[in-house]
Nanobody, 124 residues
């Protein structure tokens, strides 16, 4: 139905910035709400940010508010996660997810499709 491929992860010093990208193919990208999740070793996957299919609504986890911005470019079938002021606790594999819905979705089990993930490592 839809395939998601993340990119942009890497190693960065604390206080630095990264921009993650998620390229989508398959069904009409405009029809999907999108989300970003992350998972550190030994921990459960947790919600980071979500954006509606129109791009008009966004929602963020309290732990990243003010530091992370989610956006989408439907013409390019791509969703972005701009991360600033990164902290060591942001270290995780970051996953892009898609849900065929017009609403914001923040519960991971509701998402229909997942990417393979991209590693983000923040050193102190």
């Amino acid at each position: 139905q839809v395939q998601l491929v993340e990119s942009g992860g890497g190693l960065v010093q604390a206080g630095g910035s990264l921009r993650l990208s998620c390229a989508a193919s398959g069904r009409t990208f405009r029809s999907y709400g999108m989300g970003w999740f992350r998972q550190a070793p030994g921990k459960e996957r947790e919600f980071v940010a979500a954006i509606s299919w129109s791009g008009g609504s966004t929602y963020y986890a309290d732990s990243v508010k003010g530091r992370i911005t989610i956006s989408r470019d439907n013409a390019k079938n791509t969703v972005y996660l701009q991360m600033n002021s990164l902290k060591p606790e942001d270290t995780a594999v970051y996953y892009c997810a898609a849900k065929y819905s017009s609403r914001l979705v923040i519960t991971l089990r509701e998402y229909d499709y997942w990417g393979q993930g991209t590693q983000v490592t923040v050193s102190s």
